[in-house]
């Protein structure tokens, strides 16, 4: 649980160093690059199932959204965003979640679920005003338009998980959202030629630390804790994010915006509660392999 939360955190700050040598659709391009080459070998030894072609679009829609738009969009915020800012803002996600759970697949997350959407976003307003200037709003409205993202791609993802694995979501889906991107592959190229090592490594690290070697952990932690525990993971994310940003990029928030992230965490620790009609335990939108009913479904940052 721990590694996973540290594989997941350090994407922030590995972001911000990245974005020193590349442009955000570039650094999107070679990460995902990295996660397919990582995982084709995985798809030639059949660890990796063949795609269907009735869930295809399905599955083009989880990686467009999930992996295109979700890294173009925090990318470019984080231009003008601290990672850790950038990680308190990301952790709205579970809530969006929840509101597209409602509109689409008519689940009812009930009172809890109400009140979490409303305090999370009550957060992230105050993460936004602590914010200051217009440059850093837009940037931070571009993260929480990432979050949304994401979101969509949980609820896209979630039939997908009942036939496939977390490993095939993430390589199908990682291939689907490399497409549109492919046009901006030269500029990648040319950057790459630029970048110092520390900009390599950092793309490198998204890659393999913050996709393939998260998803590894990650699937650890299901096979052996129950969802209820699992999903602590989520909420560790950004207290490791802050930790990371502050240790090797020296950036720490303001108290306003530490603030709004510890209200943007409750709001989503209770948008998790599920009250069943034996009043069931909770349980919160995240998973990486074929879920049963009472895990959580699939993320990654």
């Given at each position: 649980?721990?590694?996973?939360?540290?594989?997941?955190?350090?994407a922030?700050?590995?972001?911000?160093?990245?974005?020193?040598?590349?442009?955000?659709?570039s650094?999107?391009?070679?990460?995902?690059?990295?996660?397919?080459?990582?995982?084709?070998?995985?798809?030639?030894?059949?660890?990796?199932?063949?795609?269907?072609?009735g869930?295809?679009?399905?599955m083009?829609?989880?990686?467009?959204?999930?992996?295109?738009?979700?890294?173009?969009?925090?990318?470019?915020?984080?231009?003008?965003?601290?990672?850790?800012?950038?990680?308190?803002?990301?952790?709205?996600?579970?809530?969006?979640a929840?509101?597209?759970?409602?509109?689409?697949?008519?689940?009812?997350?009930?009172?809890?679920g109400?009140?979490?959407?409303?305090?999370?976003?009550?957060?992230?307003?105050?993460?936004?005003?602590?914010?200051?200037?217009?440059?850093?709003?837009?940037?931070?409205?571009?993260?929480?338009?990432?979050?949304?993202?994401?979101?969509?791609?949980?609820?896209?993802?979630?039939?997908?998980?009942?036939?496939?694995?977390?490993?095939?979501?993430?390589?199908?889906?990682?291939?689907?959202?490399?497409?549109?991107?492919l046009?901006?592959?030269?500029?990648?190229?040319?950057?790459?030629a630029?970048?110092?090592?520390?900009?390599?490594?950092?793309?490198?690290?998204?890659?393999?630390?913050?996709?393939?070697?998260?998803?590894?952990?990650?699937?650890?932690?299901?096979?052996?804790?129950?969802?209820?525990?699992?999903?602590?993971?989520?909420?560790?994310?950004?207290?490791?994010?802050?930790?990371?940003?502050?240790?090797?990029?020296?950036?720490?928030?303001?108290?306003?915006?530490?603030?709004?992230?510890?209200?943007?965490?409750?709001?989503?620790?209770?948008?998790?509660?599920?009250?069943?009609?034996?009043?069931?335990?909770?349980?919160?939108?995240a998973?990486?392999?074929?879920?049963?009913?009472?895990?959580?479904?699939?993320?990654?940052?």
């Amino acid at each position: 649980m721990a590694a996973t939360a540290v594989l997941w955190g350090s994407a922030f700050p590995a972001i911000r160093m990245a974005l020193e040598g590349y442009a955000p659709e570039s650094i999107a391009v070679l990460r995902l690059v990295t996660a397919v080459a990582l995982l084709l070998p995985c798809l030639l030894t059949g660890r990796i199932s063949r795609l269907r072609r009735g869930d295809a679009l399905r599955m083009a829609g989880f990686g467009l959204t999930g992996m295109t738009a979700y890294q173009l969009l925090l990318y470019a915020g984080e231009r003008h965003v601290e990672g850790g800012t950038a990680a308190m803002l990301v952790a709205t996600s579970p809530v969006f979640a929840t509101a597209l759970g409602m509109l689409v697949l008519r689940e009812r997350p009930g009172p809890w679920g109400i009140a979490g959407l409303l305090v999370a976003l009550g957060g992230a307003l105050l993460v936004a005003l602590a914010g200051g200037s217009g440059g850093t709003r837009s940037g931070m409205a571009m993260i929480v338009l990432a979050a949304a993202a994401q979101a969509t791609s949980f609820v896209l993802q979630k039939p997908l998980l009942q036939r496939y694995s977390g490993m095939d979501c993430i390589f199908y889906g990682s291939l689907f959202g490399l497409l549109p991107l492919l046009f901006f592959a030269p500029a990648a190229v040319t950057q790459a030629a630029a970048a110092g090592w520390q900009q390599h490594a950092a793309v490198l690290w998204l890659g393999l630390g913050c996709t393939v070697l998260a998803f590894c952990t990650w699937s650890r932690v299901l096979q052996a804790a129950t969802a209820s525990v699992s999903s602590l993971v989520l909420y560790a994310v950004p207290v490791a994010a802050l930790a990371l940003d502050a240790l090797l990029l020296g950036s720490v928030p303001s108290p306003m915006a530490g603030l709004g992230g510890l209200v943007v965490l409750a709001g989503v620790g209770l948008a998790a509660i599920r009250r069943g009609p034996s009043g069931g335990r909770s349980r919160t939108v995240a998973s990486s392999r074929p879920a049963r009913h009472d895990e959580p479904v699939g993320t990654r940052h």
